[in-house]
């Protein structure tokens, strides 16, 4: 069992953009024995209803969306550089088909609040979630954002309590 420690979110000085962004994560929710997970590039984190938050949108396509779904904890997973392959493959094969965190050799691992993360994630952020909702186009303010829809399949968005931020010893 990986040795995880527990920081409070004010203490998390990683830069969000960044770790989100261009470093990438997999959104994890489910139990050790029936899990699914997701690499995702967008996301959020900040303070709502004077929670700190952490904000994902998943397409209702993407199996791990039906784990979010039936589940009230998911997670955030980040990795060094060197898993960036796994996270790339994680992205592209459906969990419905492959055992695709067993093709890329990560281990689902309990945290110690009970979320799901990975023995060798770096960085693990646990999320209750508190709020969900799907983007409606009619909402949309940039006409651009639309191309990001060819198939009409609107992320649903989940806003999540950070509960838990642990870092890898």
Known sequence: MKDWKQINPEELTDNVFK???KDWML???GKQDDFNTM???WGGMGVLWHKP???VYIRPTRYTNEFVEKNEIFTLSFFED???DALTICGTISGRDEDKTAIV???GEPLPDGGLSYREARLAISCRKMYQDTFKPENFLDSGIERNY???DYH???IGEITGIFLAQ
């Open 105 to 107: 050799g990560l281990h």
């Open 27 to 29: 959104i994890t929710a």
């Open 19 to 21: 770790l989100i962004g």
């Open 53 to 55: 938050v952490a904000t």
């Open 39 to 41: 690499t995702a590039s």
């Open 82 to 84: 060197k898993y960036r």
């Open 150 to 152: 060819p198939k009409k």
């Open 156 to 158: 649903n968005i989940y």
